[in-house]
Nanobody, 114 residues
Framework: QVQLVESGGGLVQAGGSLRLSCAPS????????MGWYRQAPGKQRELVAS??????TNFADSVKGRFTISRDNGNTVYLQMNSLKLEDTAVYYC?????????WGQGTQVTVSS
């Protein structure tokens, strides 16, 4: 069973920055796609950003120009979040997928305060 381990969440003031990271708990073949989703209270889980194994990226309109996503040559993915807004408050989930399936992290809380 693949376990994704996230880190980097926390409390930050509006306008600040945070960086999330995620990696599998054990070495494995490179995932095709890795990304981040988020879920705010009372809302559906939504895609924030994703990156393929050849570097193609996709972002939610709400984060374009503020968030960047990157990954190393293995299976560690990063989400750099700048100019954070109150509405970015949510639980952020790491996601990874390949031919064996789709995998999720346990989630990390990001809280943006005024």
């Amino acid at each position: 069973q693949v376990q994704l381990v996230e880190s980097g969440g926390g409390l930050v003031q509006a306008g600040g920055s945070l960086r999330l990271s995620c990696a599998p708990s054990a070495p494995r073949l490179r995932f095709n796609t890795m990304g981040w989703y988020r879920q705010a209270p009372g809302k559906q889980r939504e895609l924030v950003a994703s990156i393929t194994n050849v570097g193609g990226t996709n972002f939610a309109d709400s984060v374009k120009g503020r968030f960047t996503i990157s990954r190393d040559n293995g299976n560690t993915v990063y989400l750099q979040m700048n100019s954070l807004k109150l509405e970015d408050t949510a639980v952020y989930y790491c996601n990874a997928r390949d031919f064996t399936g789709v995998y999720w992290g346990q989630g990390t809380q990001v809280t943006v305060s005024s």
